[in-house]
Every structure is written in C-alpha cells, then in structure tokens.
C-alpha cells in the first residue's frame, strides 16, 4: 500500500483512466450487444429474478453474518427487525422510497433503543 504513495501524477491519471474503461466496459458491451440482437424469451424471464437474487444475498450478509464471517443473530437484533418492518412495509406499499426511508428510520430508532 505505500508504493502507490510514491506514484507521480502521470502513474495516478492512468489508474484512473484504466478504472473509467474496467467500470463502463461492463455497462456499456451488454448494451451494444444486445440493442442489435432479439433477446430470447427464456433470457428475459430468467432476469427477472436477478435483481431480488442480488437484494437477498446483500441483505442476509449485512444481518446474518458478522465482520469476521460467522452466523450471527444475537448480534444483529435492530437489523433482523428492521428488515421484517421493511419486508412489510414494501410488500403492502410497493414503494421503493418509502421501505428505504423505513429501513433507515427503523435501524437507527432500533440501534438507539436496543
């Protein structure tokens, strides 16, 4: 980690270009790969699972698992409650802005108050 405090600007610019391509080659190839081809069917109805997979996985992680990689429940009580009053609340709204201010509001009043 201390070399990259003995890097000139030049070395610091090309880092940054170099990320700018890692970060949009895979934004931009699926949407001029897929603008000029049909899409099966079975694709888009597969996709359709891929963003509540991703929710899910990053969600069990930050309530279920501590920093060292253990299953933990005891430890995370204000976030396992929250996470039940924002399923809720998204389930019966279908509201995106109103679970996330609910789940921001509810973690902090449950951290404060457990």
Request: proline share 5%; no cysteine; charged share 10%.
């Amino acid at each position: 980690m201390t070399a990259v405090n003995h890097w000139n600007t030049a070395q610091h610019l090309l880092l940054v270009i170099l990320g700018f391509f890692v970060a949009f080659a895979p934004r931009y190839l699926p949407i001029k790969i897929f603008t000029q081809r049909k899409i099966p069917e079975w694709f888009n109805e597969w996709m359709k699972f891929i963003p509540v997979s991703l929710f899910t996985a990053l969600v069990v992680k930050d309530v279920f698992v501590s920093p060292t990689y253990q299953f933990d429940i005891v430890h995370h009580v204000p976030e396992i409650i929250a996470s039940v009053i924002v399923g809720l609340i998204a389930y019966f709204t279908r509201s995106m802005a109103l679970s996330v201010v609910v789940g921001l509001v509810s973690v902090f009043l449950l951290a404060v108050v457990l």
